[in-house]
């Protein structure tokens, strides 16, 4: 086991959100990686958990973990110390430079998002981003999002903040494929099928998949989706992949 | 405390250095384990399940965690015999694997082809044949649970390979020692047990099973006592060695397989939790034997039977 250690209690950002801190010494991810949590040191929970990285700075992780289960309930009640996480793994986003670019997230999918834009902001890019979420409630840390771009336009479904409805129609409708040279996006299956199709024709989109992943390893198999170039595992080939390389309605 | 315990086992003709190998389908070809654990390591890898063409394997949900256990429905995705020749089994020789293929064909006819193909290649140890996958319509566990066909696939496969044999049972069968024992009079040099229990999930919100092929294959510490219990019984009833698999997690597991009757282990659902765990239960089979004063596995295999 790599050492890690969990630097403070999770802290709640929003509905069913948390923000985790983890000291992983000289493990330094780029934007779209994740890294691997074992919950405890018995078999149940069994499996390991994948988050994408929030933030990284000063051999620290950022990570948001929404509760989904049991799983990620007991994730967020750990406290302070020696955590089991191996890491960071994936393929991640491309590094635009000095260019006009969209982002687009979904829920819990802003999370790596947020990284990406630290990354893109430092190398000069000018951003316009899309924060979907489900609500007013579920949106997290949307000031420091908001800080970093030329343009933030937050929606939720229900309408209690920015514009009712998904990012993924909100992005399609409202901006001009031939604006951006890059557009990147993480969320539900249907917001990156939609920006996908919207942007492919002259934009380089990128989308980060997420699947139910046995062991983001590369081990099982379990993660497996079809491109247009064949089979890839999500955890290895992925999470980032081209968004016109994905055969979305194969994706069940 | 090295040279005082001899850790190896023989399977047939085949001697390997450890009794801790990979078990199939959570080792892939071995890339993405050498990253962790170094292949020489293992006693021996077992690959991804094999077929003569590349499959896509099942679409849908593929894994789900249940309580200390995992239900798979990959479906035998692989990428075919020629690829796993020209490009998998090289790299796995290169870092110093004991390399035994899992082949998985859905006929009679593929089965023996891939046996007599992958048993006269370069670099294969032996090979397994699964008769056992829950997880693909035709073939599969049939072969694995009706003993005449069992054995006629079984007759066939051991005529055409010419390398040491291993036959990996399902466990989903009333009495698994009766296939066991029809593999050993065949001359299959061992059996590996036990392959995935049949399972399944229902999801309440859709109402339908979460699987699109129903039925999942239960594996991890949660099928262990099953499994346990199924290499007892196989070591009442035959004399070729057992390779116990089951949700080891352990030396104290992995110990408990051996008493049980198994000459070797498999690690299975564990290489997905912890990629080292193969490697810390090597180290600790060393120690454990060294203050156990037991000079060999053969010491130790069968213990739990008595006098």
């Known amino acids: ?252 | 405390m090295a040279g005082l315990v001899d850790l190896s086992v023989k399977i047939g003709s085949l001697v390997i250095k450890n009794p801790v190998t990979a078990a199939s389908g959570t080792a892939g070809y071995g890339e993405d384990l050498a990253g962790f654990t170094g292949l020489s390591r293992f006693g021996a890898i077992f690959t991804k399940g094999l077929s003569l063409e590349p499959r896509r394997g099942n679409r849908g949900n593929r894994i789900l965690e249940t309580p200390s256990g995992m239900l798979n429905s990959i479906g035998l995705e692989n990428v075919g015999l020629k690829k796993f020749i020209d490009e998998k089994l090289p790299f796995l020789l290169k870092d110093g694997a004991v390399v035994i293929p899992n082949i998985a064909g859905h006929s009679e006819e593929e089965n023996v082809e891939l046996s007599r193909i992958l048993s006269c290649t370069e670099g294969v140890s032996a090979i397994e044949l699964n008769v056992s996958c829950p997880n693909v319509k035709e073939g599969g566990i049939a072969f694995g649970t009706d003993l005449k066909i069992f054995t006629s696939l079984l007759e066939k496969t051991r005529k055409a390979a010419s390398c040491p044999l291993i036959v990996k049972l399902s466990p989903n069968v009333t009495d698994i020692s009766l296939f066991a024992v029809r593999a050993g009079e065949i001359g299959a040099d061992a059996v590996s047990a036990v392959n995935t229990f049949l399972g399944m999930k229902i999801d309440i919100k859709s109402r339908k099973p979460h699987f699109i092929n129903k039925v999942a294959g239960l594996s991890g510490p949660a099928i262990r006592p099953l499994a346990v219990r199924a290499v007892f019984k196989i070591y009442e009833k035959v004399n070729i060695p057992i390779i116990g698999i089951g949700g080891i997690a352990s030396l104290e597991d992995m110990i408990e397989f051996l008493m049980a009757g198994s000459s070797a282990v498999s690690i299975g659902t564990m290489n997905l939790v912890d990629p080292w765990c193969a490697e810390k239960l090597i180290d600790g089979l060393e120690k454990y034997m060294a203050e156990e004063k037991f000079g060999k596995i053969s010491d130790i295999t069968g213990l739990a039977h008595g006098m």
């Open chain 1, 1 to 252: 086991m790599e050492s890690a250690e969990l630097l403070e209690k999770p802290e709640k950002v929003s509905t069913d959100h948390f923000l985790l801190k983890i000291l992983l010494k000289g493990r330094e991810p780029v934007p779209g990686q994740f890294i691997n949590i074992r919950i405890g040191r018995e078999t149940d929970p069994l499996l390991r958990r994948p988050f994408s990285v929030f933030d990284w700075s000063d051999n620290r992780a950022s990570i948001i973990i929404r509760i989904a289960g049991r799983g990620t309930s007991l994730l967020s009640e750990l406290s302070p110390g020696p955590i089991d996480v191996i890491g960071p793994f994936g393929k991640g986003f491309t590094l635009a430079e000095n260019k006009d670019v969209l982002l687009v997230g979904g829920g819990v999918g802003n999370a790596p998002l947020f990284f990406l834009a630290r990354m893109l902001k430092e190398r000069k890019c000018r951003i316009t981003y899309v924060y979907g979420h489900r609500s007013k409630g579920h949106m997290f840390l949307t000031d420091v999002y908001r800080d970093l771009c030329h343009e933030f336009i937050p929606v939720t479904d229900d309408g209690s903040e920015g514009t009712r409805g998904y990012a993924g129609d909100i992005a399609g409708g409202i901006k001009r494929p031939g604006d951006y040279s890059h557009v990147y996006a993480c969320g539900p299956h249907e917001m990156m099928k939609k920006t996908a199709l919207a942007f492919s024709m002259k934009s380089r989109v990128e989308v980060s998949i997420e699947r139910y992943f046995g062991c983001g390893t590369g081990l099982c198999s379990g993660c497996t989706i079809e491109c247009a170039d064949g089979l890839k595992r999500v955890c290895k080939d992925g999470p980032v992949f081209p968004g016109d390389n994905i055969l979305w309605d194969r994706m069940v």
